[in-house]
């Protein structure tokens, strides 16, 4: 394949209620690009922020018309905006980073040269966790570490911040799953990859923008979407809780035809404990796939875009556009 000498590079930043950062954002990613002599677009993705980051998107985009904006039409998450942001990209090579500069633009120059090198999907790896709670890190770790050993995905130290080349975004794109899981799909579709490592900085600006709630759902999201271990493991335990009633089963007939007595209530309430639990959790695991099923079978549109600041396809009003609701032939 042949590489362009000089490749327009779209740098793909989620925007939630960043405000001032979008300045920020926009003016640090700028110079370090323009410093490095890369042709560049920043498409900046508002995934429906309450504050000015709209109105600075498009101030800035008049300021400079390489700042493309995309409104979506409320908060879809960051996992959708992204897709938004990748679907609305046009360069050769696509980077995907934050928009609160935890994630070092300095860094982007060093991964287009991996791309000049041959690599199609360029993975920064983080060298460091700053700015994050103890807690927070530990529920990462486990998280990761759980995810890379159930799927044949390694999410040890990976990050959202990725450089894809053409190729591997439009792979990215032929995806038709509705709960998109960018760290996860970007590792499954393969391609020649290659990592750099960067030091994650502090947020610049507010806290993040995460919730234990939304964590918890785009962690539920990434091992549904990945692997059906869950589902198994519900099936395994069953077989080990049948094994064990029967044990239990021919252990009281016996003991009843010779006549002694058993311990009684305690055991019977603790043993209905642990059944109903392991139930009420194998439901539970099951529902988690059974909503999944329903997400995609609905089949709705994974993002709505209210308004761009660079009309595409001629589109002068600010339009609602429900994106890629076919079935790709994967
Ligand atoms: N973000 C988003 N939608 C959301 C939550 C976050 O677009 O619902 C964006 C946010 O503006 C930022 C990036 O996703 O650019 C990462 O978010 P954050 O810094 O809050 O996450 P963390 O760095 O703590 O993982
Ligand atoms: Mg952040």
């Not at 990945?226 to 029967?246: D, R």
């Amino acid at each position: 394949m042949t590489r362009p000498a000089d490749p327009l590079v779209s740098v793909v930043a989620p925007v939630f209620n960043e405000g001032h950062g979008v300045d920020r954002f926009v003016q640090r990613t700028g110079a370090v690009l323009a410093a490095a002599g890369l042709r560049y677009e920043l498409v900046l993705v508002d995934d429906g922020s309450a504050d000015d980051s709209w109105p600075r998107v498009c101030a800035q985009h008049s300021l400079d018309p390489r700042v493309r904006g995309v409104r979506l039409s409320r908060n879809f998450g960051k996992e959708s905006a992204v897709l938004a942001g990748l679907e609305h990209s046009s360069g050769d090579v696509v980077v995907v980073i934050d928009a609160d500069l935890q994630h070092p633009p300095t860094a982007i120059p060093a991964m287009v040269q991996c791309w000049r090198d041959g690599a199609d999907v360029v993975e920064g790896v983080k060298r460091n966790r700053t700015g994050q709670s103890p807690a927070a890190r530990l529920a990462a770790k486990v998280f990761n570490a759980t995810f890379t050993r159930l799927t044949t995905v390694d999410l040890v130290n990976a990050t959202d911040f990725r450089l894809l080349s053409r190729p591997a975004c439009d792979a990215l794109l032929r995806l038709p799953e509705h709960s998109s899981f960018f760290r996860g799909t970007s590792s499954w579709i393969g391609f020649r990859r290659t990592t750099v490592e960067v030091d994650i900085d502090h947020r610049e600006g507010g806290a993040t923008r995460w919730t234990f709630r939304s964590l918890c759902r785009l962690a539920v999201n990434g091992l549904t979407s990945f692997t059906s271990a869950p589902l198994h493991l519900v099936t395994v335990v069953g077989f080990g809780f049948a094994a064990f009633s029967l044990v239990l089963g021919v252990q009281t007939l016996v003991r009843w035809m010779r006549g002694g007595s058993l311990a009684g209530f305690p055991t019977v309430i603790l043993v209905l404990l642990v059944m109903g639990t392991f139930i009420l959790l194998g439901l539970g695991v099951i529902g988690e796939y059974l909503a999944r099923i329903h997400e995609e079978v609905r089949g709705r549109p994974r993002y709505l875009v209210q308004a761009r600041t660079t009309p595409a396809d001629g589109l002068d009003e600010p339009v609602i556009v429900g994106q890629r609701t076919e079935r790709a032939e994967l």
